[in-house]
Protein backbone atom coordinates (compact mmCIF):
# COMPACT_ATOMS: atom_id res chain seq x y z
CA UNK A 1 0.00 0.00 0.00
CA UNK A 2 3.01 2.38 0.41
CA UNK A 3 4.11 1.59 -3.34
CA UNK A 4 4.16 4.45 -5.31
CA UNK A 5 2.60 2.50 -8.27
CA UNK A 6 -0.85 1.44 -5.93
CA UNK A 7 -1.19 4.73 -5.02
CA UNK A 8 -1.44 6.49 -7.96
CA UNK A 9 -3.47 3.30 -9.49
CA UNK A 10 -5.77 3.38 -6.59
CA UNK A 11 -6.23 7.02 -6.86
CA UNK A 12 -7.50 6.70 -10.15
CA UNK A 13 -10.03 4.34 -9.45
CA UNK A 14 -11.05 6.48 -6.47
CA UNK A 15 -11.89 9.15 -8.85
CA UNK A 16 -13.25 6.72 -11.04
CA UNK A 17 -15.47 5.42 -8.47
CA UNK A 18 -16.38 8.91 -7.22
CA UNK A 19 -17.18 10.21 -10.58
CA UNK A 20 -19.24 7.42 -11.31
CA UNK A 21 -20.71 7.04 -8.43
CA UNK A 22 -22.00 11.07 -8.38
CA UNK A 23 -23.24 10.57 -11.86
CA UNK A 24 -25.19 7.32 -10.79
CA UNK A 25 -27.19 9.32 -8.01
CA UNK A 26 -28.14 12.04 -9.95
CA UNK A 27 -29.66 10.38 -13.13
CA UNK A 28 -31.37 7.36 -10.76
CA UNK A 29 -32.97 11.06 -9.38
CA UNK A 30 -33.77 12.94 -12.09
CA UNK A 31 -34.96 10.30 -14.45
CA UNK A 32 -37.86 9.71 -13.11
CA UNK A 33 -38.99 12.95 -12.72
CA UNK A 34 -38.02 14.19 -16.01
CA UNK A 35 -39.81 11.12 -17.88
CA UNK A 36 -42.97 12.38 -15.93
CA UNK A 37 -42.61 15.80 -17.00
CA UNK A 38 -41.97 14.94 -21.14
CA UNK A 39 -45.12 12.14 -20.98
CA UNK A 40 -47.37 14.79 -19.30
CA UNK A 41 -46.50 16.95 -22.19
CA UNK A 42 -46.64 14.98 -24.84
CA UNK A 43 -49.17 12.53 -23.62
CA UNK A 44 -51.44 14.12 -21.61
CA UNK A 45 -54.88 12.52 -20.40
CA UNK A 46 -54.48 9.17 -23.25
CA UNK A 47 -52.21 6.92 -20.87
CA UNK A 48 -53.35 5.77 -17.71
CA UNK A 49 -51.48 6.53 -14.73
CA UNK A 50 -51.11 2.52 -14.64
CA UNK A 51 -48.93 2.43 -17.76
CA UNK A 52 -47.16 5.49 -17.32
CA UNK A 53 -45.95 3.78 -14.20
CA UNK A 54 -44.86 1.09 -15.59
CA UNK A 55 -43.42 2.67 -18.53
CA UNK A 56 -41.38 5.01 -16.03
CA UNK A 57 -40.02 1.78 -14.12
CA UNK A 58 -38.95 -0.06 -17.17
CA UNK A 59 -37.30 3.24 -18.60
CA UNK A 60 -35.65 4.05 -15.01
CA UNK A 61 -34.42 0.22 -14.78
CA UNK A 62 -32.78 0.47 -18.36
CA UNK A 63 -30.80 3.62 -16.98
CA UNK A 64 -29.41 2.03 -14.32
CA UNK A 65 -28.00 -0.62 -15.80
CA UNK A 66 -26.58 1.03 -18.74
CA UNK A 67 -24.95 3.38 -15.48
CA UNK A 68 -23.67 0.26 -13.90
CA UNK A 69 -22.13 -0.84 -17.38
CA UNK A 70 -20.49 2.60 -17.72
CA UNK A 71 -19.41 2.81 -14.62
CA UNK A 72 -17.17 -0.65 -14.77
CA UNK A 73 -16.34 0.39 -18.02
CA UNK A 74 -15.21 3.53 -16.68
CA UNK A 75 -12.98 1.80 -13.29
CA UNK A 76 -11.57 -0.56 -15.99
CA UNK A 77 -10.71 2.43 -18.12
CA UNK A 78 -9.33 4.40 -14.98
CA UNK A 79 -7.22 1.45 -13.51
CA UNK A 80 -5.89 1.39 -17.05
CA UNK A 81 -4.69 5.23 -17.08
CA UNK A 82 -3.38 4.72 -13.76
CA UNK A 83 -1.24 1.70 -14.45
CA UNK A 84 0.26 3.72 -17.85
CA UNK A 85 0.76 6.89 -16.22
CA UNK A 86 2.27 5.43 -12.70
CA UNK A 87 5.08 3.68 -15.46
CA UNK A 88 5.49 6.69 -16.77
CA UNK A 89 6.31 8.03 -13.27
CA UNK A 90 7.83 5.24 -11.63
CA UNK A 91 10.18 4.55 -14.50
CA UNK A 92 12.60 7.54 -13.90
CA UNK A 93 12.01 7.44 -10.45
CA UNK A 94 13.52 3.45 -10.56
CA UNK A 95 16.49 5.11 -12.63
CA UNK A 96 16.81 8.35 -10.49
CA UNK A 97 17.02 5.61 -7.67
CA UNK A 98 20.00 3.42 -9.35
CA UNK A 99 21.71 6.15 -9.94
CA UNK A 100 21.91 7.36 -6.33
CA UNK A 101 22.89 3.92 -5.45
CA UNK A 102 25.78 3.45 -7.83
CA UNK A 103 26.93 7.42 -6.71
CA UNK A 104 26.82 6.11 -2.77
CA UNK A 105 29.02 2.99 -4.00
CA UNK A 106 31.52 5.22 -5.40
CA UNK A 107 30.69 5.39 -9.40
CA UNK A 108 30.58 9.15 -9.55
CA UNK A 109 30.68 9.30 -13.23
CA UNK A 110 26.87 7.94 -14.09
CA UNK A 111 24.42 10.30 -15.73
CA UNK A 112 20.83 9.64 -15.24
CA UNK A 113 19.09 10.87 -18.50
CA UNK A 114 16.28 14.07 -18.21
CA UNK A 115 12.60 12.66 -18.33
CA UNK A 116 9.97 14.79 -19.62
CA UNK A 117 8.28 15.80 -17.11
CA UNK A 118 9.47 19.36 -15.80
CA UNK A 119 10.37 18.39 -12.31
CA UNK A 120 11.71 15.28 -12.44
CA UNK A 121 13.89 16.91 -15.25
CA UNK A 122 15.03 18.83 -12.37
CA UNK A 123 15.35 16.01 -9.77
CA UNK A 124 17.57 14.47 -12.27
CA UNK A 125 19.84 17.42 -13.13
CA UNK A 126 20.37 17.66 -8.88
CA UNK A 127 21.39 14.11 -8.95
CA UNK A 128 23.76 14.97 -11.78
CA UNK A 129 25.31 17.78 -10.10
CA UNK A 130 25.75 15.70 -7.00
CA UNK A 131 27.63 13.44 -8.89
CA UNK A 132 29.94 15.25 -10.19
CA UNK A 133 30.64 17.76 -7.30
CA UNK A 134 31.64 14.73 -5.80
CA UNK A 135 33.39 13.35 -8.73
CA UNK A 136 35.49 16.33 -8.21
CA UNK A 137 35.59 16.30 -4.47
CA UNK A 138 37.19 12.75 -5.30
CA UNK A 139 39.48 13.83 -7.31
CA UNK A 140 40.74 16.54 -5.06
CA UNK A 141 41.21 13.61 -2.34
CA UNK A 142 43.58 12.10 -3.80
CA UNK A 143 45.54 14.62 -5.86
CA UNK A 144 45.14 16.04 -1.79
CA UNK A 145 47.06 12.11 -0.73
CA UNK A 146 49.66 12.40 -3.78
CA UNK A 147 50.30 15.58 -2.46
CA UNK A 148 51.30 15.29 0.89
CA UNK A 149 53.14 11.98 0.50
CA UNK A 150 55.43 14.04 -1.77
CA UNK A 151 55.94 16.69 0.29
CA UNK A 152 56.49 14.34 2.88
CA UNK A 153 58.81 12.22 1.24
CA UNK A 154 61.70 14.44 1.35
CA UNK A 155 62.23 15.28 4.64
CA UNK A 156 61.85 11.75 5.17
CA UNK A 157 64.67 10.25 3.04
CA UNK A 158 66.63 13.01 4.42
CA UNK A 159 66.38 11.72 8.02
CA UNK A 160 66.02 8.30 6.22
CA UNK A 161 70.05 9.14 4.87
CA UNK A 162 71.25 10.94 7.73
CA UNK A 163 70.24 7.86 10.34
CA UNK A 164 71.88 4.89 8.39
CA UNK A 165 74.42 6.95 7.42
CA UNK A 166 75.16 7.61 11.23
CA UNK A 167 74.24 3.87 12.35
CA UNK A 168 77.02 2.60 9.24
CA UNK A 169 79.32 5.02 11.14
CA UNK A 170 79.78 6.85 7.92
CA UNK A 171 78.27 10.50 9.20
CA UNK A 172 79.47 11.45 12.60
CA UNK A 173 76.63 11.89 15.11
CA UNK A 174 78.09 15.91 15.99
CA UNK A 175 75.43 18.30 16.74
CA UNK A 176 75.99 19.89 13.29
CA UNK A 177 74.81 16.62 11.55
CA UNK A 178 72.07 15.92 14.24
CA UNK A 179 70.42 19.89 13.68
CA UNK A 180 70.21 18.88 9.62
CA UNK A 181 68.01 16.05 10.91
CA UNK A 182 66.43 18.11 13.31
CA UNK A 183 65.82 20.75 11.01
CA UNK A 184 63.86 18.13 8.70
CA UNK A 185 61.69 16.53 11.55
CA UNK A 186 60.90 20.61 12.13
CA UNK A 187 59.84 20.61 8.68
CA UNK A 188 57.73 17.42 8.61
CA UNK A 189 55.49 18.98 12.05
CA UNK A 190 55.50 22.27 10.11
CA UNK A 191 53.90 20.26 6.93
CA UNK A 192 51.54 18.96 10.10
CA UNK A 193 50.72 22.14 11.41
CA UNK A 194 49.80 23.07 8.33
CA UNK A 195 47.68 20.14 6.93
CA UNK A 196 45.52 20.39 10.06
CA UNK A 197 45.34 24.34 9.66
CA UNK A 198 44.17 23.37 6.29
CA UNK A 199 41.66 21.32 6.73
CA UNK A 200 39.98 23.15 9.38
CA UNK A 201 39.96 26.43 6.84
CA UNK A 202 38.35 24.17 4.24
CA UNK A 203 36.01 22.30 6.69
CA UNK A 204 34.92 26.03 8.19
CA UNK A 205 35.95 24.87 11.40
CA UNK A 206 38.58 27.72 12.38
CA UNK A 207 38.87 28.46 15.83
CA UNK A 208 38.50 32.15 15.74
CA UNK A 209 38.76 34.38 19.19
CA UNK A 210 37.33 37.73 17.50
CA UNK A 211 37.56 41.31 19.07
CA UNK A 212 36.98 44.37 18.28
CA UNK A 213 40.64 45.41 16.83
CA UNK A 214 42.64 48.00 14.78
CA UNK A 215 43.76 46.69 11.75
CA UNK A 216 46.47 49.18 10.97
CA UNK A 217 48.15 47.99 14.33
CA UNK A 218 47.50 44.45 13.70
CA UNK A 219 49.41 45.06 10.35
CA UNK A 220 51.80 46.84 11.34
CA UNK A 221 53.02 44.69 14.23
CA UNK A 222 52.98 41.83 12.08
CA UNK A 223 55.29 43.39 9.27
CA UNK A 224 57.59 44.73 11.41
CA UNK A 225 58.38 41.07 12.71
CA UNK A 226 59.30 40.59 9.10
CA UNK A 227 61.66 43.64 8.90
CA UNK A 228 64.97 42.14 9.93
CA UNK A 229 64.44 39.53 7.20
CA UNK A 230 63.98 41.85 4.51
CA UNK A 231 66.50 44.19 5.55
CA UNK A 232 69.14 41.20 5.43
CA UNK A 233 67.71 40.42 1.58
CA UNK A 234 68.23 43.91 1.17
CA UNK A 235 64.47 45.06 0.49
CA UNK A 236 62.95 48.27 1.58
CA UNK A 237 59.81 47.55 3.33
CA UNK A 238 57.13 50.49 3.93
CA UNK A 239 54.36 50.10 6.16
CA UNK A 240 51.73 52.65 5.05
CA UNK A 241 48.07 53.32 7.42
CA UNK A 242 45.42 55.58 7.82
CA UNK A 243 45.27 58.14 10.01
CA UNK A 244 42.39 56.72 11.82
CA UNK A 245 41.42 53.51 13.28
CA UNK A 246 40.54 50.98 10.78
CA UNK A 247 38.43 48.84 12.90
CA UNK A 248 37.29 45.05 12.43
CA UNK A 249 35.96 42.40 14.50
CA UNK A 250 38.44 39.42 13.95
CA UNK A 251 40.77 37.36 15.70
CA UNK A 252 44.22 39.79 16.23
CA UNK A 253 46.52 36.17 15.86
CA UNK A 254 44.73 34.83 12.83
CA UNK A 255 44.80 38.03 10.63
CA UNK A 256 49.02 38.35 11.94
CA UNK A 257 49.11 35.32 10.41
CA UNK A 258 47.93 35.81 7.16
CA UNK A 259 49.71 39.31 7.12
CA UNK A 260 52.61 37.54 8.46
CA UNK A 261 52.66 34.95 5.33
CA UNK A 262 52.15 37.16 2.56
CA UNK A 263 54.94 39.51 3.69
CA UNK A 264 56.98 36.83 3.96
CA UNK A 265 56.20 35.36 0.36
CA UNK A 266 57.08 38.66 -1.03
CA UNK A 267 60.22 39.08 0.75
CA UNK A 268 61.47 35.89 -0.53
CA UNK A 269 60.12 36.52 -4.31
CA UNK A 270 61.66 39.79 -4.18
CA UNK A 271 65.54 40.06 -5.51
CA UNK A 272 67.79 42.35 -3.44
CA UNK A 273 66.98 46.15 -4.31
CA UNK A 274 63.34 45.30 -4.67
CA UNK A 275 60.53 46.63 -2.23
CA UNK A 276 57.58 45.44 -0.10
CA UNK A 277 54.86 47.78 0.54
CA UNK A 278 52.06 47.42 2.78
CA UNK A 279 49.07 49.55 3.15
CA UNK A 280 46.09 49.40 5.38
CA UNK A 281 43.20 51.30 3.79
CA UNK A 282 40.53 52.29 6.44
CA UNK A 283 37.57 53.81 3.93
CA UNK A 284 34.08 52.66 2.97
CA UNK A 285 32.45 49.74 4.43
CA UNK A 286 35.71 47.54 3.88
CA UNK A 287 38.98 47.14 5.73
CA UNK A 288 41.47 46.48 3.18
CA UNK A 289 45.49 45.32 3.66
CA UNK A 290 47.57 45.56 0.35
CA UNK A 291 50.92 43.67 -0.25
CA UNK A 292 52.69 44.75 -3.03
CA UNK A 293 56.18 43.66 -4.16
CA UNK A 294 58.69 44.22 -7.04
CA UNK A 295 59.54 40.63 -7.17
CA UNK A 296 59.14 37.82 -9.89
CA UNK A 297 55.12 38.37 -10.43
CA UNK A 298 52.91 35.88 -11.62
CA UNK A 299 51.57 34.60 -14.63
CA UNK A 300 48.18 34.84 -16.03
CA UNK A 301 48.08 30.95 -15.67
CA UNK A 302 49.23 30.97 -12.33
CA UNK A 303 46.83 33.85 -10.63
CA UNK A 304 44.16 32.05 -10.65
CA UNK A 305 45.96 29.35 -9.00
CA UNK A 306 48.28 30.52 -6.87
CA UNK A 307 45.44 29.87 -3.75
CA UNK A 308 45.28 25.97 -4.92
CA UNK A 309 46.74 23.45 -1.86
CA UNK A 310 50.45 22.74 -2.66
CA UNK A 311 50.75 25.17 -6.01
CA UNK A 312 54.02 26.37 -6.94
CA UNK A 313 54.65 28.58 -9.63
CA UNK A 314 57.81 27.02 -11.42
CA UNK A 315 61.54 28.97 -10.72
CA UNK A 316 60.57 30.83 -8.32
CA UNK A 317 63.57 32.47 -6.05
CA UNK A 318 64.02 30.32 -3.14
CA UNK A 319 62.61 26.77 -4.32
CA UNK A 320 63.85 23.76 -3.12
CA UNK A 321 65.29 25.19 0.23
CA UNK A 322 62.57 23.85 2.04
CA UNK A 323 60.81 26.76 2.91
CA UNK A 324 56.94 26.56 3.08
CA UNK A 325 55.31 23.69 2.44
CA UNK A 326 53.07 25.29 -0.61
CA UNK A 327 49.44 26.07 1.14
CA UNK A 328 50.14 28.85 3.27
CA UNK A 329 48.09 30.89 0.50
CA UNK A 330 45.32 28.54 0.82
CA UNK A 331 45.22 28.75 4.72
CA UNK A 332 45.59 32.30 4.44
CA UNK A 333 42.10 32.28 2.33
CA UNK A 334 40.53 30.72 4.71
CA UNK A 335 41.24 32.35 7.35
CA UNK A 336 40.18 35.51 5.65
CA UNK A 337 36.76 34.06 4.29
CA UNK A 338 35.83 32.93 7.73
CA UNK A 339 36.18 36.33 8.96
CA UNK A 340 33.54 37.06 5.66
CA UNK A 341 36.54 38.67 3.82
CA UNK A 342 38.63 37.07 0.71
CA UNK A 343 42.02 36.90 -0.55
CA UNK A 344 42.68 38.10 -4.19
CA UNK A 345 45.65 38.24 -6.58
CA UNK A 346 46.66 40.71 -8.95
CA UNK A 347 50.09 41.22 -11.01
CA UNK A 348 51.10 42.31 -14.55
CA UNK A 349 53.06 39.61 -15.56
CA UNK A 350 56.00 37.48 -14.68
CA UNK A 351 59.09 39.98 -13.31
CA UNK A 352 56.64 42.71 -12.90
CA UNK A 353 56.03 42.34 -9.08
CA UNK A 354 52.86 41.13 -7.90
CA UNK A 355 50.13 42.30 -5.42
CA UNK A 356 47.99 41.01 -3.00
CA UNK A 357 44.26 42.48 -1.43
CA UNK A 358 42.99 41.39 1.91
CA UNK A 359 39.68 42.54 2.06
CA UNK A 360 37.17 42.70 5.80
CA UNK A 361 34.08 44.23 6.55
CA UNK A 362 34.31 46.98 8.76
CA UNK A 363 33.34 46.77 12.29
CA UNK A 364 29.63 48.22 13.01
Known amino acids: MNRLTVRLVLSHLLVAVLGGAATFLVVRTLTPAIFDRQMGMSNGPMMGQAGQGSLRTQVADAVTQALWIGLLVGLLAAAAVGVFAAGRLVRPLGRLSETTRQIA ?24 TLGAALADTEARRTRLLGEVAHEMRTPLTVVDGYVEGMIDGVLPTTPEELGKVSDEVRRLRRLSDDLSALSRAEEGRLALATER ?84 GLAPEDLGRVFERFYRVGGRRGEGEGGGSGIG ?16 AESPGRGRGATFTVRLPAAG
Open 105 to 128: AGRYDVHVERPHEAELAELADDVN
Open 213 to 296: VDLAAVVTAAAERLRPQAEDAGLRLTVTTPGVPADVVADPDRIAQVVTNLVGNAVRATPEGGSVDVAVDGDGPWRTVTVRDTGE
Open 329 to 344: LTIARGIVRAHGGDLT
